[in-house]
């Protein structure tokens, strides 16, 4: 059974039990104050014929019998002195004579209400006796016909019914509709759900206009769970393509160290196998020569390979959350080292270097060896892409930060590629084939940065160079003698 139906189930059955004791207390009132006050007129009747102007009375007088008829009462008396019975003219008319009972019963019949059944009608009775002296006088009967009290309290009971199960109905009817709109939106997730389990599109939104209830709350929550696996879903998406363009490129970059090392290997195991007299015109001094430069090249790609390695098993270790031991790193003797070391880097342009002075107490929380790492990444990509003109570096602190301004006078780039420069094996089209490189510098250079809880400003036009500024959180200690 679906929710909606069980929903108006249970709405219909605590209205029926609602309906059910509403009518029963409404009936029995009414019964009990219908019968209440008929009762209370015949014993004020039976006070009357007993107690009159005259003193008490055996025989009712005339006007006591046109009250009667006028209460619509019936009234019997019967003479214990003479064994006569008189009977009101209602009684006499309609053919109705109440039952006196034997002696023996008189005194568990007197001063109470009887029902009496006679000519297929039921009548109210009040029986009482009075006595002269401790003697039986006279033994009194006051009643009252009630089928129009029994049938009003028919009507009202089929009136209490009839209008109960119409309500029933009615309100079953209306409680199915509520409950079929209200879980509507319900719907409307679980088709959303459908969907996504059947496909892999997660832009599927449920659109709902209603209120801000428990149902508006929990689709709000449904689309902002679909927000957030959306964006998941993409960001694996992007994950997995950067892994398999990874591995495509690292893929690349082996294959052709590893091509040109088998080359010259080939070339020398056959050069220096084969016999003196197939050998193609060469001296000892041509082999001597020939052999030197494939072992260079051999050395050379080897090199590559190892800096190839390295760069990405530095990836790696940032792929796999590996972090490093951070301690106060004096900000001035690094940087002063790394100036002082990069200008013995193969370079073609000029090496300039602005005032360090300022850095004197500045400190920072990280560690020394990648910090260096990471500026030399960054002081090599400028030679690298500056093939004339010249490469500074200068400090600047700014609110609690320090900014280390690496700027060139080199090829520059586009400003569309400055988001991508800091992917894995990415480099600008303008440098593939022209310049050396593996194109992860950067990618690790960023991550040193990130772990130190920095960021990196980059300004750039092509033709006319790039700048790259470093900013790194600082804590200050007293100057450096």
């Known amino acids: ?142 009643g009252a016909n009630t089928r129009t009290i029994e049938q009003t309290l028919d009507r009202l009971q089929s009136i209490l019914i009839m209008g109960s199960a119409a309500t029933l109905v009615i309100a079953s009817t209306l409680g199915l509709f509520l409950a079929r709109k209200s879980m509507k939106p319900i719907g409307k997730v679980t088709e959303a759900a459908d969907l996504i389990q059947k496909g892999t599109d997660l832009s599927v939104r449920i659109e709902y206009d209603g209120p801000e209830d428990e149902i508006g709350q929990l689709i709000g929550t449904f689309n902002g769970m679909l927000e957030r696996t959306e964006g998941f879903y993409k960001e694996l998406e992007d994950a997995y393509a950067a892994q398999r363009r990874f591995v495509s490129d690292a893929s690349h970059e082996l294959r052709t160290p590893l091509t040109t090392i088998r080359g010259n290997v080939d070339l020398l195991q056959k050069m220096w196998t084969e016999a003196p007299g197939e050998r193609a015109n060469m001296d000892e001094e041509t082999m001597k020569q020939i052999s030197a430069e494939a072992v260079g090249d051999i050395s050379d790609e080897a090199k590559r390979m190892s800096r190839l390695v390295s760069d990405m098993l530095s990836l790696a270790r940032a792929d796999t959350g590996q972090t490093f031991e951070r301690d106060p790193v004096p900000l001035q003797l690094l940087v002063e080292e790394v100036a002082r070391r990069a200008q013995f880097l193969e370079k073609t342009a000029e090496w300039h270097v602005g005032e360090l002075s300022v850095l004197n107490g500045v400190y920072v929380e990280g560690n020394k060896d990648y910090l260096q790492q990471m500026l030399f990444i960054f002081i090599e990509n400028a030679f ?22 690496i700027a060139d006078t080199g090829i520059g780039m586009d400003k569309d590629e400055v988001p991508f420069i800091f992917e894995r094996f990415y480099r600008a089209d303008q440098s593939r084939g022209v310049t050396s490189g593996t194109g992860l510098g950067l990618s690790i250079a960023k991550w040193i940065i990130d772990e130190h809880k920095g960021s990196v400003e980059v300004v750039t036009r092509r033709g006319e160079g790039s700048t790259f500024i470093i900013w790194l959180p600082t804590i200050f200690a007293p100057p450096l003698e």
């Open 1 to 142: 059974m679906s929710i909606r139906l069980r929903l108006t189930a249970w709405y219909t059955g605590i209205l029926f039990v609602t309906l059910l004791a509403f009518s029963s207390a409404v009936y029995g009132f009414v019964h009990l104050y219908t019968y209440e006050e008929l009762k209370q007129r015949i014993v004020n009747q039976v006070d009357k014929v007993a107690f009159g102007t005259n003193g008490f009375e055996i025989v009712p007088s005339k006007d006591s019998a046109d009250r009667l008829e006028a209460a619509d009462l019936y009234m019997q008396n019967y003479s214990f002195h003479n064994g006569q019975i008189w009977r009101s003219d209602n009684m006499i008319y309609s053919g109705l004579q109440f039952e006196v009972p034997s002696t023996n019963n008189i005194a568990k019949a007197n001063n109470a209400f009887t029902r009496v059944h006679l000519n297929g009608s039921t009548f109210l009775v009040y029986q009482t006796a009075f006595t002269d002296s401790n003697k039986l006088v006279l033994w009194l009967q006051v």
């Open 384 to 405: 690298k892409y500056t093939p004339e003109g010249e490469v500074s570096l200068d400090v600047v602190l700014y609110r609690g930060q320090v900014g280390i301004r």
